[in-house]
């Protein structure tokens, strides 16, 4: 395997290019045919990185009272979420772009300083979950108005150039490490913390994504936040929604049902534990989960005339 691994780019280009273009016939069409299997080939004969997103919070400073300054996030969330009466929190992008955009920008470049090596575990997940949020606000708020998140598309490597949404492009550094928001969610933390409630910390800019916050999370704190956002995700619609008989679920459990335990029973033991004593009486004589949605649509504020 190291060999073919450590294939120069050249070589491996070259192969692909011949393997597919030998036998062309319509040069146009198959020059662009070419050209995709040569950038698909060039992405995967990289050999793996000793810096790799998964490698940077392999370990951490049990014991630390390191603690990262949080503020400007805090206010800014204070400022610009405004919780509306179906207990969705949406955010003002017209204000915040307006009036905070420069200091969101200037938190972000002071959370890139951050050493995670300094940090217990609380303050990794901390500083992932604000950096994943502030991030995503960023990239929404440069570009609004835009109608949904996914109407953001800033590339990525390989065949991700052509998915939609900022997901896949590397948007921050940690330790000189560029790194995507699919990175910061799918290689650290997921594998490196193992909790659900994961998903209830990171926000989409999305009306059918667990809540942002009005406040930053912190590490000593951090426990009580992720248990509120996971009691306030489960109770609303957007999490379980209860039509007559019918149980809808958020697609969330869907795409991650191995987060949540595994099949539909873990998935349903996860939401008894957060249900309130109405829904948990619902959800009592329930044994499968077929319908799940998912609202792809801005979670902005409504803006007065």
Known sequence: MGDRNNRTLKDSAMHSFNAVCKCST???????????????SAGYAMPARANAPNNLFRTAAEGSTYTVDHAAWDRLLRTYVRP????????????????????????????EEVDPRLLDRPEQFALLANLYNAKTIEIVADRYPVKSIKDVSLGGEGFSWFAP?????????????????????HAIMRPTFKDPRVHYALNCASIGCPNLGVEA????????????????????????ALEGERV?????????????GGGDQGVLDHLRRYAAPALARKLAGVSSLREHMYDWGLNEASQQK
């Open 26 to 40: 319509r040069a146009h069409i198959r020059w662009w045919l070419c050209t995709i299997v040569v950038v698909w």
């Open 84 to 111: 509306d009466p179906d207990g969705l929190n949406r955010v003002d992008y017209a204000g915040l772009k307006r009036m905070g955009l420069e200091t969101l920008k200037g938190y972000l470049r002071a959370l």
């Open 165 to 185: 949404g900022p997901w896949k492009a590397k948007v921050v550094k940690i330790r000189g490490v560029a790194l995507s928001l699919d990175d910061i969610e």
């Open 217 to 240: 999370f912190t590490g000593a704190r951090l426990n009580d936040q992720l248990e509120a956002a996971a009691r306030a995700y489960v109770n609303s619609r957007r999490g379980v």
């Open 248 to 260: 809808v679920i958020s697609s969330i459990y869907i795409w991650y049902k191995g987060d949540f």
